[in-house]
């Protein structure tokens, strides 16, 4: 069961509508429509923030580069350490 408590201030007109949309969708309240545009909304713009999307031909060249490439150097390798040391995902 949910625990947390959100308390927000809106204006009517949007409250309205947004009951509206609830009813439309068959929904038990208004907090379970804003939940659940909360949290679709919420996985989408996560999910469009970790990844990245880029078209076959740069895939195929970042892959073929990747291939080419000789061992790591000096620099490269401290940047990764510091990078996982500053806890960067």
Do not use: W
């Not at 907090?31 to 740069?58: P, W």
């Amino acid at each position: 069961m949910a625990s947390a408590r959100l308390d927000i201030r809106l204006d009517e007109e949007i409250k309205a509508k947004a009951e509206k949309a609830s009813a439309l969708l068959g929904l038990k309240s208004l907090t379970e429509y804003v939940v659940r545009l909360m949290d679709e909304d919420a996985t989408h713009v996560i999910a469009k923030h970790e990844s990245i999307v880029v078209k076959d031909n740069v895939f195929d060249e970042f892959i073929t580069a990747c291939d080419k490439a000789t061992a790591p150097n000096q620099a490269l390798l401290e940047a990764a350490k510091f990078t996982n040391e500053s806890g960067v995902k």
